[in-house]
């Protein structure tokens, strides 16, 4: 069975200081690592996917990277805008459906 | 383009009760998946469907049952509400079997009492 856990649970940061939210998952053949957004009360907003170990993708001030047991979304200079809970999903070679962590709830202070 | 529409935005329900939640994909999209996300936690994988056909079931009750009609809609209906079935139900859609990526609606927030 798939497993995502992330951590941690919640990040306050101050505007400007960079930090990393981390993704370790466990799934029999990785098919796509996914980074999703949720502001309070919505669906969640897609980032990016990741596929295989090594690869990395740019949004702004949001970078995620993959190895083969976790994936990190570095956020540079955050703005308060940036606050929302990001989530981490994975799927596998046998099924489409995605297995989600909890969440990171980030908080952004001006 | 729309992005993924779900209606109602908010249901309020007594136990017992019966419920049914809609969607509609993107255009172009024919893959719609529902999940049940509660307070504090990830969504969890309710059902995918795909050209009208069942192509992926998650851990619920028999109670929990969906359908795809050939616009590409989708509904879930939830018989014999319980407390526990309060949460935030969300639709996704993708391209076809062979993308992955999926995009959500804003959801439906379902309060039963």
């Known amino acids: 069975e798939d497993q995502v856990t992330q951590s941690p649970e919640a990040l306050r940061l101050q505007e400007g200081e960079s930090s990393s939210l981390n993704c370790s998952y466990t799934?029999?053949?990785?098919?796509?690592l996914f980074w999703y957004r949720q502001d309070p009360g919505k669906g969640p907003e897609f980032l990016f996917t990741?596929?295989?170990a090594g690869e990395e993708k740019e949004k702004e001030r949001l970078k995620a990277t993959l190895t083969k047991k976790e994936s990190f979304l570095h956020i540079t200079a955050p703005k308060p805008e940036d606050s929302a809970t990001y989530l981490c999903?994975?799927?596998?070679?046998?099924?489409?459906?995605?297995?989600f962590g909890s969440g990171t709830r980030l908080q952004v202070q001006p | 383009d729309a992005g993924v529409t779900q209606s109602p935005t908010h249901l309020i329900k007594t136990r017992g009760q019966h419920v049914t939640l809609r969607c509609s994909p993107i255009s172009g999209h024919k893959s719609v998946s529902w999940y049940q996300q509660v307070l504090g936690q990830g969504p969890q994988f309710i059902f995918q469907y795909y050209e009208k056909e069942e192509r992926g079931r998650g851990n619920f009750p028999d109670r929990f049952s969906a359908r795809q009609f050939p616009n590409y809609s989708s509904e879930l209906n939830v018989n014999a509400l319980l407390l526990g079935d309060s949460a935030l139900y969300l639709c996704?859609?993708?391209?076809?079997?062979?993308?992955?990526?999926?995009?959500f609606g804003p959801g439906t927030r379902l309060t039963v009492t």
């Open positions: 999903a994975v799927t596998d070679t046998g099924r489409r459906a995605l297995t």
């Open positions: 996704a859609s993708s391209r076809d079997r062979g993308h992955y990526e999926q995009y």
């Open positions: 799934v029999s053949g990785l098919r796509g």
């Open positions: 990741l596929y295989s």
